[in-house]
């Protein structure tokens, strides 16, 4: 039943990565410490456009980890699932191991 | 009686979609679960032009089911039907089946 | 005695419709039901220009009636009439029958 | 001894018309019936650039009369007379008989 | 001892004029009568640059009369004497005898 | 673990320099004396573009000793180790020996 | 131990000139009398950018003594000299002797 969504302009789909509250090795993690605001990229928008006219577009892509804004984001429920809709502009950088 | 309204500019009319507040088979559905705000365009304008005088089209077309933002959207009765008007660019994204 | 007034630029000058109170057959409305804010154009400005130097026509002509925002527009008196004038991208779109 | 002044820009002279409290056949005109807010254009400047340094000639000329909104306009005292300095993009329309 | 300033981008250096309490006569003028808030140009810069980087000369010249806003002008002393420092765009008009 | 960060359009990622509360010599310098504002760049976004299109590299490059502004910058987390995200016209300046 | 900075962008900058408070032959000056708020520009960024992409250089040059704004300037500390950090475009002038 969950309908997909294909963001506008340069609007960005993300879902949310809940990091763990314990280590592999069952420490429980201090709750500040590794709190990364990050998440992976489900759907992107075709691109937007600068006063000129010139396409310009997303500098992200499907599949990618992002760092995300401490604030922003458009709270999403498709079905069960939450996500958050940013613009591309606002996402910070991306992850890489 | 009711009047057809031909939006302006990068304007899009669109009728909110009320979701089921029951499932088919008429579980109650909680309140806040499934509340996609969502809605069919109705009718989009010619669209806009961006400072340097390009014409910019509208994204979305007649029939498709749209994401709408939270606030916004002007509304408008035409005859006993409500209707939203929103700018192209506040429109969220497209949903799809 | 009244005089003719030419608007500037992208002003358009409009003469508010007031909707009937009752339906043909004389039943009274209720207050809010029909009240769409529309009116008739009466003269349209020679159009303005963008930042880049680009010539904007107006997008509605005279005899469009038209569906106007809630608030903004400019009162004037010529004469004993009473006009409004919108700037063209405030009109939000055309009525048809 | 009163100074000519040549405004700068796309700035416009103008001599407000004070609308007679009276008709021609004597007869008290209600305070605020036909006060139009109008003017006569006494001098204009040379007229603005826009950003992309296009030369934008004032939409009026010395004679015109024409309509003011409600607020703005600086005052301008030029010996004994009184003057007000609009920029050409808020003057409302010019006026015709 | 006083030093000279050139001014930078569009700004010009202004001397105010104060003008005389009294006629010729020996009248004494009203208060408000006749302070036209007027000053002698001193010195300009060489202009400024549109958004499109076109340069964009000062439009007043060394020994103009002009006029000058009510507010705003930074206040400048050079040894002994008082100027005033206003952008061009802000120069009201041109004063001609 | 420690995810590596790529920032994104005309972002710079920055390690604060602590600079030493104690002179070589062991001498305890003033609490306000010697603190500069400054710290390393660790990566740098592809660059931005201006609203005509056209790309704007960032001006500073990884290994520089930058000079950062007391306010802004967003604190970021990697792992156990503490850096801030500027965008590239915050920074003042790059710091020489 | 102090370092150099080379500013970013259009930034300037500048040693502050603290006027002397008592003339070559010793005579106390009034307080607010000759306070010219001026600097010796020591060193000056690339300069910037137009929205269009042209490159503006930045309109002083190390040496010059320029007028400085009452207001604004980030204040530099680098080794035990002070300096402040002006964008080119608050300069005021070039003063001359």
């Known amino acids: 039943m969950a309908k997909r969504l294909i963001p506008t302009l340069n609007r960005v789909l993300v879902e949310k990565l809940v990091p763990p509250s314990q280590t592999a090795a069952g420490i429980l993690l201090p709750e500040k410490s590794s709190k990364l605001n ?41 079905g069960e699932k939450e996500y958050h809709l940013y613009r591309d502009e606002d996402i910070l950088g991306t992850l890489h191991h």
Chains 1, 2, 3, 4, 5, 6, 7 share one sequence.
Do not use: Q
């Not at 691109?47 to 997303?58: E, F, L, S, T, W």
């Open 38 to 78: 990050s998440g992976k990229v489900i759907a992107v928008g075709p691109g937007g456009r600068d006063v000129a006219g010139n396409h310009i577009p997303v500098a992200v892509k499907e599949g990618d980890e992002v760092l995300l804004p401490e604030y922003g984001g458009t709270e999403i429920k498709l």
